[in-house]
Nanobody
Framework: QGQFVESGGGLAQAGESLTLSCAGS????????IGWFRQAPGKEREVISC???????TYEDSVKGRFTTSRDVAKKTVYLKMNNLKPEDTAVYYC?????????????????WGPGTQVTVSS
């Protein structure tokens, strides 16, 4: 299942952009689906995007048109480009994989979650 380290979070003002990175190890990267999740204070962890082994990408409705997921197989890294950030995007962001298929929610992932990276958006 591999291990993951997220990076790239920080402070941003509304309307600005950030790019998160998810670096993995212990995986055959090109055969894995990678999901991006976030957890805001007091809320449950939610899936916001996933790229499967074929490169198909899905997005949660609230980030469609603003967030873009991409993958660099050679670097074993998946990116989440976040444009037009909003205060409601404030959360800790995580990535994880559990096989070639994107799973419906965080509880389906059996692996160990990384530390996440904090994104804070001010209005």
């Amino acid at each position: 299942q591999g291990q993951f380290v997220e990076s790239g979070g920080g402070l941003a003002q509304a309307g600005e952009s950030l790019t998160l990175s998810c670096a993995g190890s212990g995986l055959i990267w090109e055969h894995m689906a990678i999901g991006w999740f976030r957890q805001a204070p007091g809320k449950e962890r939610e899936v916001i995007s996933c790229i499967n082994d074929s490169g198909a990408i899905t997005y949660e409705d609230s980030v469609k048109g603003r967030f873009t997921t991409s993958r660099d197989v050679a670097k074993k890294t998946v990116y989440l480009k976040m444009n037009n950030l909003k205060p409601e995007d404030t959360a800790v962001y995580y990535c994880i994989s559990d096989g070639p298929v994107c799973l419906p929610g965080p509880k389906y992932y059996r692996g160990t979650w990384g530390p996440g990276t904090q994104v804070t958006v001010s209005s």
